[in-house]
Nanobody
């Protein structure tokens, strides 16, 4: 099983990024894939999740309106579009997968993360 994140980088506040999570090794359509972020010294935060089967989505209140999660099921890949970036969005963003549902506490597989740094 592999989950590989890409698309992070250094951007100015107000800019945009599109993160990708390329997955392999499990039946993508049976899983939900979530994005998390973590700042050193702080708890990891689940920011968004998509259920591959029906593409239903959830968002943390802190990111609603600026983050959009989507998937390309044919490529077993999940995307996170982040608009109007704020310095507070600076974190390591990781994707993870759970069977069937978006349960942030029951993620089974994890990627290693990609760093998003936002300058003011």
């Amino acid at each position: 099983v592999q989950l590989v994140e890409s698309g992070g980088g250094l951007v100015q506040a107000g800019g945009s990024l599109r993160l990708s999570c390329a997955t392999s090794g499990f039946t993508f359509d049976d899983y939900a894939v979530a994005w998390f972020r973590q700042v050193p010294g702080k708890e990891r935060e689940g920011v968004s999740c998509i259920i591959s089967g029906d593409r239903s989505t959830t968002y943390a209140d802190s990111v609603k309106g600026r983050f959009t999660i989507s998937s390309d099921n044919a490529k077993s890949t999940v995307f996170l579009q982040i608009n109007n970036l704020e310095p507070e969005d600076t974190a390591v963003y990781s994707c993870a997968a759970a069977l069937w549902y978006c349960n942030y506490d029951e993620m089974e597989y994890w990627g290693t993360g990609t760093l998003v740094a936002v300058s003011s």
